[in-house]
């Protein structure tokens, strides 16, 4: 006899994926946290982190509330398609997300509710990095081991954060700013990766197989010996020569990526042209590094350009691609609410990017608008996208 399971609906369709658990935790929590930091930036409300000063604090939350909760939804769902084999169960999605709410009502309540938010955020890290190595050790898939190294990379990243915030440290500020630097560059390497894994196939799908992007080799080697050195002298010798020498060539080489991944018929595709620009924004980013060797006050536009820009338009844009077609609604079909998402974002990135580089008298003005329109772009997500992770996938394109 055949048996045909029925599609699962509502709340049997929420857990039955990783990807409709944290992207939908990870847009509310983008839209929520940016109005938090607003009323911190207009002196409204203050959180309790610690030893952790208020920046501080909004860094760990934009990484390990934001970021890492769109990389476990991305790749929880994602190492099923690899290796071919199961990955988390709807039980364990809900423990891990039960972890991560616990993490970051504690971060925002703080005070002695901080143990609370460093042992639920490691719990979370910890069940992420092991969830997602089970199935990777399992079909011995060793080409993941750059991602898994990542994975433990933001949990040591994490725990020298926590240390700092409770105090567990001499050095707080040098313990948390080393923390949180270590974990930009695990996710913006991450972000690296996922780029180079699904950009040219989604062109080359949108296009019906007539876009051929070229992937040079030399690019992906070269990019990740200089990433790492970046990092190394980032950290140790943040105003040596070394600096604007390895992000400049480190520039260079990506900008190199950036134009042979260029194709005119992106940009009539938000989900594609959003990850192309959060490219650039490496590039930019890089860039801006380089030139803080001699512009100083550069360095943060910099930072910003990979936590805001990079960040902000590779999730987002991914979050909306995934969330379509592993639900399977047609990805190539028009969407005005796609570019009422997006578009937002990349205001957002202008903003907070390039006017204090440009316009620095505007800075104040510009930060306030750049938190606002991204809070909309992820409004935006939830009200069009989330509630189609309620209900049962489509079949076929």
């Known amino acids: 006899m055949l048996n045909i399971e029925e599609p699962k609906q509502g709340m049997d369709a929420f857990w039955s994926k990783a990807f409709r658990v944290f992207f939908t935790a990870a847009a509310a929590y983008a839209a929520l946290n940016m109005l938090v930091w607003v009323a911190v930036f207009a002196q409204v409300w203050s959180p309790d982190a610690g030893s952790l000063s208020l920046f501080q604090w909004h860094a760990h939350e934009l990484l390990w509330g934001y970021g890492v909760a769109v990389v476990a939804g991305f790749l929880l769902t994602a190492v099923g398609n690899w290796t071919g084999r199961p990955t988390a169960a709807p039980g364990v999605l809900q423990a891990m997300l039960l972890a991560w709410l616990l993490a970051r009502v504690a971060w925002l309540v703080g005070g002695s509710w901080l143990w609370l938010a460093v042992t639920a955020d490691t719990v979370f ?10 199935p990777v050790i399992a079909a011995k898939q060793w080409r993941q081991g750059g991602i898994m190294a990542k994975l433990v990379l933001l949990l040591a990243a994490h725990l020298m954060v926590s240390a700092a915030a409770l105090g567990l440290v001499a050095d707080t500020q040098s313990w948390a700013e080393g923390g949180i630097y270590l974990a930009l560059f695990s996710v913006v390497g991450l972000l690296l990766t996922f780029l180079r894994r699904v950009y040219v196939f989604f062109v080359r799908a949108a296009s019906g197989g007539t876009v051929q992007l070229p992937t ?34 480190l520039a260079l080489v990506l900008g190199v990526r950036l134009v042979t991944w260029h194709d005119v018929s992106i940009w009539r595709a938000p989900l594609l042209w959003s ?21 100083p006050q550069w360095r943060f536009a910099g930072v910003h350009a990979w936590s805001m820009g990079a960040l902000g338009l590779i999730t987002l844009g991914m979050m909306l691609r995934v969330g379509l077609g592993h639900t399977g609604r047609n ?14 974002m990349v205001v957002a990135v202008l903003l907070r990017i390039f006017v204090p580089v440009l ?26 996208l989330v509630p189609v992770f309620f209900k049962a996938d489509q079949q076929g394109l």
Do not use: K
């Open 216 to 249: 040079p080799v030399w690019i992906d080697r070269a990019s990740l010996v200089l990433f790492v050195a970046l990092l190394v002298v980032f950290c140790a010798w943040p105003n040596s020569l070394a600096m604007p020498i390895v992000s400049g060539a």
């Open 125 to 134: 890290l910890a069940l992420l990095t092991g969830i997602f190595a089970q």
């Open 275 to 295: 990850l192309y620009l959060g490219l650039a924004m490496i590039v930019v980013g890089a860039a801006l590094l380089a030139l803080s060797y001699w512009y």
């Open 359 to 384: 316009a620095p008298q505007w800075t104040g003005t510009a930060y306030l608008l750049s938190q606002v329109s991204w809070a909309l772009a992820y409004v935006v997500m939830l009200v069009c």
């Open 331 to 344: 990805v190539r079909q028009p969407r005005v609410w796609l570019w009422l998402s997006l578009v937002p």
